[in-house]
């Protein structure tokens, strides 16, 4: 069974810094891209980024809120991803989701999903 | 930014209903376009992908049709379980982007 664990969100200043973690199990994590995506209170669904596998150098992409100012990075000998979210605003108020990239012929899509960290930034 | 706006934003509807969502592109994205549907308190679920394929495990209730900048996800005979809130996403290029949800909920 494909699981993903996010944890690492809690309360942080604006300003502040953060560093999420997703935890994955039951699938090769190394063969897959992972994308982080988050959804403010009562709101809709924003894509904050990506990152391939080994085959592809790594090599991530952002969207345009949070470029510049978080870094998604991995670790294929922990089945783990991450992102580190500097200079926080508190429109970053989210619950942040990481997800796994199925990729079936051209087609990418986020095939599981984990349940969600909270992270709010007030002050 | 390709963006992605559903239509509608609302929609109430009754069990056994027939619905349909529609999702437009600002620009051409050809059959990347994804749906899912997401419970409260749940993570997302995909649906569909490349526009009209029916992901592992979905209902064929579902379907989903489109081509260009125009798609529609159509749910025939509505059960208590699909009330809930779907979203259309792109991933014809980067950034990935979503349209802005579309509420289902019991009339």
């Known amino acids: 069974e494909v699981k993903l664990v996010e944890s690492g969100g809690r309360f942080v200043r604006p300003g502040g810094s953060l560093r999420l973690s997703c935890a994955a199990s039951g699938f090769t994590f190394s063969d897959h891209y992972m994308d982080w995506v988050r959804q403010a209170p009562g709101q809709g669904l924003e894509w904050v980024g990506r990152?391939?596998?080994?085959?592809?150098?790594?090599?991530?992409d952002y969207g345009a809120s949070v470029k510049g100012r978080f870094t998604i990075s991995r670790d294929d000998s922990r089945d783990s991803v991450f992102l580190d979210m500097d200079s926080l605003q508190i429109a970053d108020t989210a619950l942040y989701f990481c997800?796994?990239?199925?990729?079936?012929?051209?087609?990418?899509?986020?095939?599981?999903w984990g349940q969600g960290t909270l992270v709010t930034v007030s002050s | 930014d390709i963006q992605l706006t559903q239509s509608p934003s609302f929609l109430s509807a009754s069990l056994g209903d027939r619905v349909t969502i529609t999702c437009r592109a600002s620009?051409?994205?050809?059959?990347?376009l994804i749906w899912y549907q997401q419970r409260p308190r749940e993570a997302p679920k995909a649906l569909i992908y490349g526009a009209s394929i029916l992901q592992s495990g979905v209902p064929s209730r579902f379907s989903g049709s489109g081509y260009d900048r125009e798609f529609t996800l159509t749910i025939s005979g509505l059960q208590p379980e699909d009330f809930a809130t779907y979203y259309c996403?792109?991933?014809?290029?980067?950034?990935?982007?979503f349209g802005q949800g579309t509420r289902l909920e019991i009339q």
């Open positions: 997800a796994r990239v199925f990729v079936r012929g051209n087609h990418f899509f986020l095939d599981s």
């Open positions: 996403q792109q991933s014809k290029a980067n950034p990935v982007t």
């Open positions: 990152i391939r596998r080994r085959s592809n150098g790594f090599s991530t």
């Open positions: 620009q051409d994205i050809s059959k990347f």
